[in-house]
């Protein structure tokens, strides 16, 4: 296996620093280093050769302004290992997460697709919760029925997956020209539609950086991506009723947080669009008649008692991390995890 490491960065010479310090600190050192510039003004190339002497393969690729499924394209594209580790600029990684990801297609050879959990955090590096939901079921096989698919894909990050290039190979590349940068759920549906080898490891490797900066921390603009998301599932002829049941519950389920944060005009034409896509539905048309009746204020507020109620029965984890402090440190104070041995010990007899 020779594992090919992605950073897609467009101005985040800010956040580079410090992701670039977690893939230097990895105990599994044997892989490539592929940095996709889309063509930031920041001082990014600078971040970057002050780095390039720590890796063994190192390679800066600076390209033309487009979109973040471009640049995954583009450093897939550049790229010459077996397996494919997307980091983005923000997060952060495990020094454990290579060596482990590894572990788990050493153990399972017909694995195609592995993610595992990630810690959110606020730019304070307050930790605010998990990735995984309590209860989450074990995953190891293909995803046999719509029930597992949409129990996978909204629990998987980029910079929380690898999976391998012949994976890319037959179902194909990320779709490009998402302007909210979630062009992953598409390609993780596809892949999990088209009976990709899937395993979910529940360790904390990744601690995913939520900020206003985030391609993803527009709910409206997502919101629009995953009702385009769900047209994409209407084209396949062989998309079944369940599918459809639970695309139509994970779209209602975004309703309260939409109505709460954003004008009557804007969750009017977002309910609209949902309508077109979904059909008949009361729930969607009650929300769409709210926005006419003057009743978002009423929702902001029953939302925020909600999120009231949900943070005194499961609050924040409460830590706060140095997010400056050397890797090692800043995964052990988040708790005790195994390392894994057989590869961080591989790794260190070949260089001795």
Known sequence: MKISVIICTYNYAHFLKEALRTVAAQNYPYFELLIVDDGSSDDTEQVVASFQNRF???????KPHTNLGDSRNFGIAAASGTHIAFLDADDLWSPDYLASMLDV???????????CNCLCIQGTGLVTGSLFPPG?????????????????????????????????????????????GAEDWPWVIRAAAQGAFCVRLDRYLVLYRFHGGNLTAHRHKN?????????????DQNVNSEAMTLARKMTRSRIPALLARYPAATNRRLLQHALRVHGPDWILTSANWATYLGLCPSAKV??????????????????????????????????????????AAAAASKSA
Do not use: N
């Open 56 to 62: 063994r393969q190192c390679r800066y690729l600076k």
């Open 105 to 115: 297609f050493e153990q399972h050879p017909e694995a195609e697709l592995v993610c």
């Open 136 to 180: 989450l079921p074990s995953i190891c096989g293909p995803l046999l029925t719509p029930r597992e698919i949409f129990d996978f894909f909204p629990f998987v990050l980029p910079s929380g997956m690898v999976f391998t290039k012949s994976l890319i190979h037959r179902i194909g590349l990320f779709q490009p020209g998402s302007p909210t």
């Open 223 to 235: 919101f629009e991506e995953w009702l385009r998301v769900c047209e994409d599932l209407w084209r």
């Open 302 to 343: 029953a939302y925020r008692l909600k999120k009231f109620l949900q943070y005194f029965a499961a609050p924040p984890l409460g830590l706060i991390l140095d997010l400056q402090a050397a890797p090692e440190a800043l995964f052990a104070s988040i708790a005790p995890q195994p390392v894994a041995a057989s590869r």
